[in-house]
């Protein structure tokens, strides 16, 4: 009966006030890893995002490094001064297409006056 008693005096663990301190820290950290869980995928997301943007500049690498070395060729910088200043060779002609709809190549638009005497002159040069 000894040890029952001596068994029986360690309630701690069992009182009211400790199971209570026990459960509101469960429930602490209960919040903390639903928090946790959030940063997770807020983190994957993020991830996702830069290894997608990595890509892209991988891509864009892979493009300059062609033009760099298309450059470095004789054919490849003839192409590029010709299509960036439009010139040609000695014995080449060129033609140039005009876009009948572009308003930058009407001057006459662009080169008129404005005013009042400027309009009280065009009524009597019209008739």
Known sequence: MAEFKRKSTNTFWHSPLSLIVLFLILVI?????VG??????????TK?????KVGRLEDREKSLNSSI????????????????YQ?????EKMLIIVD????????????KEH???NWFKNIFNKS
């Open 29 to 33: 950290f209960s919040f903390n890893m």
């Open 36 to 45: 946790l869980f959030k940063k997770e995928r807020e983190t994957a997301n």
């Open 48 to 52: 996702s995002l830069v290894l997608d």
């Open 69 to 84: 070395e298309k450059l470095k060729t004789e054919k490849g910088t003839e192409d590029v001064i010709r299509e960036k």
């Open 87 to 91: 010139v040609v060779k000695p014995g």
């Open 100 to 111: 009948p709809n572009d308003t930058n190549t009407a001057p006459s638009e662009s080169l």
């Open 115 to 117: 005013g009042f005497v």
